[in-house]
């Protein structure tokens, strides 16, 4: 009797459970969060000066009033805007759009996130979709032109005298799609965009936080540092991508782009590091977050090359925000004593 039980148990998979109490808190990852976009915000304000800091004061008060007015006297329950939430989807939506964006659109695109994608789920925790890209998208589908309007960085002299007259021109990703669309060779459209070393500091068109790879990575690699998230889904993102985008590059490089380009340009980085890494909408296991990852990476390449928006990210991550629920139902760690199958 004591080796059939003994011959049973060893069919059982035992897995760790939290038993024990944990430092880390809402508060702290979100402050964490907060501390590792800070290269960014410094950037944006550098390269965009005071359009950078309009939207992202807009941005950033709007959440949190909205967040605090909705919970009090809609939701009638304790208050939430200290644990850092709040803050985080207005900075997040603010790195999303123009800083040339009217400050009444940027509060529509944070009543949006607040009251539509986060507070009418229940709060944090409960909601689907990652808030600040539902923000966004809003704002794009319904005023394509000011969120599709991309002041260029100016001279340090300019930076502070002007907010809504600004130049603006097209993104490099806005460029490959007008050139994929003439036929145009990669060789002529890349004398045509800033390098590399430009899109890496940041001296090109764009939303606010996708222009500067180097602070992004900073980011990363301080949040990687603090254990706040793991490397699952933002290496899964960025290496689908570069595979993908790779294997059309060698298949026809006079038509598309080389890797590099699609890792530098665009919200890439600021969606896979920031945006996909979301807790409430994104996987619980690990290998549940490398699909997610690949999903990500493959509707970008999909939707930057073949549909309607140079830009691809933010709708894939809302897309496979989706899928989440399916993710977590048939790939998740056993539960304590069930049987290995």
């Known amino acids: 009797m004591h080796q059939k039980n003994n011959k049973s148990m060893s069919k059982l998979i035992v897995s760790l459970s939290p038993h024990q109490l944990g430092t880390n808190s809402v508060n702290k990852l979100m402050y964490g969060v907060l501390i590792a976009l800070l290269p960014t915000l410094f950037v944006s304000v550098w390269f965009f000066g005071l359009g950078a800091i309009i939207v992202i004061l807009t941005s950033v008060l709007s959440a949190v009033i909205f967040e605090f007015l909705i919970t009090k006297y809609v939701l009638k329950r304790e208050n939430t805007i200290t644990d850092g939430s ?8 603010a790195f999303n759009l123009p800083s040339s964006l009217p400050v009444w659109l940027v509060i529509i695109g944070a009543f949006v996130a607040i009251v539509v994608a986060k507070l009418s ?6 909601n689907p979709f990652n808030p600040a890209l539902i923000g966004r998208v809003f704002l794009l589908i319904s005023w394509p032109v000011q969120m599709t309007s991309w002041p260029v960085p100016s001279p340090i002299s300019n930076k502070f005298l002007g ?8 993104t490099p990703l806005g460029k490959l799609a007008e050139a994929m669309r003439n036929g145009e060779s990669m060789t ?7 390098n590399y070393t430009q899109m890496a500091i940041g001296n ?8 500067a790879a180097i602070a992004l990575i900073i980011g990363l690699v301080y949040m990687l540092m603090k254990k706040i998230i793991t490397w699952h889904i933002p290496v899964s993102i960025l290496g689908t991508v570069a595979i993908f985008t790779g294997i059309l590059w060698l298949v026809n490089p006079v038509k598309y782009a080389n890797p590099m380009f699609h890792l530098l340009s665009g919200g890439l980085l600021l969606g896979a590091i920031f945006m996909a890494t979301d807790y409430v909408t994104s996987p619980m296991s690990k290998k549940g977050q490398i699909i997610f990852g690949i999903g990500i990476g493959v509707l970008t390449v999909v939707i930057r090359l073949w549909g309607a928006f140079p830009e691809g990210v933010s709708f894939a991550i809302l897309i496979m925000n989706a899928f989440v629920p399916i ?5 998740k760690p056993k539960r304590f004593g069930e049987k290995a199958k």
């Open 86 to 93: 709040a803050v985080i989807t207005g900075l997040l939506l």
């Open 327 to 331: 993710i977590n139902m048939y790939i």
């Open 204 to 211: 090109m068109g764009g939303s606010l936080g996708e222009v």
């Open 121 to 126: 789920f229940g709060g944090l925790g409960n």
């Open 163 to 170: 907010y809504t007259d600004v130049t603006t021109g097209a």
């Open 188 to 194: 002529s459209f890349f004398e045509k965009i800033p």
